[in-house]
């Protein structure tokens, strides 16, 4: 067995009035517990730092506040140096505002830190959902395609904590190719963090069936890549605007075995024995033997 202690950092909501050191801080204390539970990995969700502030809609510009310059920066340096004395590696999700010379490029990224403090890995969110210009029709505003250009990393897998880890932000996991890309790379455990609108903007669409939605889609991933999955929710009503909750840890078995139960900051754990992974991928889904590739060309070129 391999296990990695892993946890889910569920976050309640953050509000536009919140600062990001009052933000920061609620990390570190999610941080803390789950030192004390004995975890290696923290999963944090996506743009971890601020508000949905893509539910908003202003001139690109506007919105760089919401942004980071650098990681670390001033107001998550003290994330870093808490992770690092106390030896836990974690998946941090946020806005990058990167500097370059042919201009400025916005992402929407996670990280991935192992137990000393140091970046291992960088993922840019590349299924960017909503629209890019303000629609009139929609009762609340998705404006990803607005503020973040698409992730230019591809889906990649890095060897840390002792296995296999890869990264997906939100939309991504409701697209069976990134699942896959990674899953051709041995991937072991798939970190997700999200932040879902509880209501559609153009239709009625209950609310148990985002949620229904919301694990389907990491299951099956999980299943049928046979890879531990960990998706972790920033959640709760944020200005009015609700974020589903529904954190889960999904086992390559593609079984839910942990799961939080509010929409608040919330602290699940689970013992993830990366070896049990290969059963499968060595049985159902030995992609080797059983996928049959030259059938599959229409999904990459089209
Ligand atoms: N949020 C949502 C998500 O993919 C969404 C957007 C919700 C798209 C429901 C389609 C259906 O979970 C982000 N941030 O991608």
Redesign the pocket.
């Known amino acids: 067995t391999r296990i990695v202690r892993v946890g889910g950092a569920q976050m309640g909501p953050v509000a536009r009035s919140d600062t990001k050191e009052r933000t920061v801080e609620r990390l570190i204390a999610l941080l803390r517990a789950a030192h004390g539970r004995g975890c290696e990995l923290v999963v944090f969700p996506?743009l971890a730092l601020t508000t949905?502030f893509?539910r908003w809609y202003a001139e690109p510009g506007e919105m760089d506040g919401y942004f980071e310059t650098e990681m670390p920066g001033p107001a998550t340096r003290p994330l870093f140096e808490e992770a690092r004395r106390l030896g836990v590696g974690f998946y941090l999700g946020y806005a990058e505002l990167s500097v370059q010379a042919a201009g400025a490029r916005r992402f929407n990224t996670s990280i991935l830190v192992d137990g000393s403090g140091v970046i291992v890995g960088k993922y840019r969110k590349i299924?960017l959902?909503?629209h890019s210009d303000y629609e009139n029709e929609r009762r609340h505003q998705?404006l990803?395609k607005r503020y973040f250009e698409v992730g230019d990393t591809g889906f990649r897998v890095w060897d840390a904590f002792g296995g296999r880890v890869g990264m997906a932000?939100?939309?991504d996991?409701?697209w069976v190719e990134t699942y896959r890309v990674m899953g051709l790379q041995d991937v072991e455990i798939i970190l997700i963090g999200?932040?879902?609108?509880a209501a559609?903007s153009l239709s009625d669409e209950p609310e148990e069936l985002?949620m229904f939605?919301?694990h389907l889609t990491m299951q099956a991933g999980a299943y049928q890549n046979s890879t531990w999955v960990v998706g972790v929710a920033k959640a709760g009503i944020e200005d009015g605007h609700r974020l589903i909750g529904g954190s889960a840890i999904i086992a390559p078995t593609g079984e839910i075995v942990a799961q939080a139960s509010t929409d608040a900051d919330e602290l699940i754990v689970a013992d993830c024995d990366l070896d049990r992974c290969h059963y499968y991928r060595a049985n159902i889904f030995n992609f080797a033997r059983h996928r049959r590739p030259e059938f599959y060309q229409r999904i990459v070129s089209q």
């Open positions: 996506e949905f893509p299924h959902p909503g998705h990803e932000i939100c939309n996991r409701r999200y932040n879902t609108p559609d985002r939605h919301n």
